[in-house]
T-cell receptor, first 113, second 119 residues
Framework: RKEVEQDPGPFNVPEGATVAFNCTYSNSASQSFFWYRQDCRKEPKLLMSVYSSGNEDGRFTAQLNRASQYISLLIRDSKLSDSATYLCVVNMGVSGGYNKLIFGAGTRLAVHP | DAGVIQSPRHEVTEMGQEVTLRCKPISGHNSLFWYRQTMMRGLELLIYFNNNVPIDDSGMPEDRFSAKMPNASFSTLKIQPSEPRDSAVYFC?????????????????FGPGTRLTVL
């Protein structure tokens, strides 16, 4: 079983739609969680952290369910510019404070007019 | 502010040749990561340096791969000899991490990557 699993998509949605991605992780000792965004042929960039209480940043909402070991990302009112690959990232954390990130393979989102 | 700088941006080489990828982290960052990204395997951590010292190289595929960080502002990843299966995008990332940070997270900033093709 992969350490971090995501539906690769693609998710094809019209502008204005609401879309949700889920991600599951295998290691219950994982310490922190993130969503990164990667545009085509570009580097990954941090989109948002995921907190146990859930957090919102504009049109984006992230949720964490530790009991079920899954993370979600909700995008409301999709824009053309949201088209990208969204990477689910888990911080395994190792001794000495080293933040070892495990990346999911990504979910591709295509927003069309 | 300059972000993480990588060179070359593209590299095409023939099987058996030596390839050297270069990275300049963000000034003031003390942690440097080399990643490899392919369609099949996604983004994988190859090696992690903290204060110029290799801490975790468990992701380095085999002895053909080596990485160095002679000072805080420069790192190299070398593949010798290269093989077609090494074709991938190689990313360098940097961050500032406290030794006692534990579960706290300091964002990793990625460079633009080097797209390597081995024929």
């Amino acid at each position: 079983r992969k350490e971090v699993e995501q539906d690769p998509g693609p998710f094809n949605v019209p502008e204005g739609a609401t879309v949700a991605f889920n991600c599951t992780y295998s290691n219950s000792a994982s310490q922190s969680f993130f969503w990164y965004r990667q545009d085509c042929r570009k580097e990954p960039k941090l989109l948002m952290s995921v907190y146990s209480s859930g957090n919102e940043d504009g049109r984006f909402t992230a949720q964490l369910n530790r009991a079920s070991q899954y993370i979600s990302l909700l995008i409301r009112d999709s824009k053309l510019s949201d088209s990208a690959t969204y990477l689910c990232v888990v911080n395994m954390g190792v001794s000495g404070g080293y933040n070892k990130l495990i990346f999911g393979a990504g979910t591709r989102l295509a927003v069309h007019p | 502010d300059a972000g993480v700088i990588q060179s070359p941006r593209h590299e095409v080489t023939e099987m058996g040749q030596e390839v050297t990828l270069r990275c300049k982290p963000i000034s003031g960052h003390n942690s440097l990561f080399w990643y490899r990204q392919t369609m099949m395997r996604g983004l994988e951590l190859l090696i992690y340096f903290n204060n110029n010292v290799p801490i975790d190289d468990s992701g380095m595929p085999e002895d053909r791969f080596s990485a160095k960080m002679p000072n805080a502002s420069f790192s190299t990843l070398k593949i010798q000899p290269s093989e077609p299966r090494d074709s991938a995008v190689y990313f360098c990332a940097s961050s500032f991490q406290l030794e006692t940070s534990g579960a706290s997270y300091n964002e990793q900033f990625f460079g633009p990557g080097t797209r390597l093709t081995v024929l």
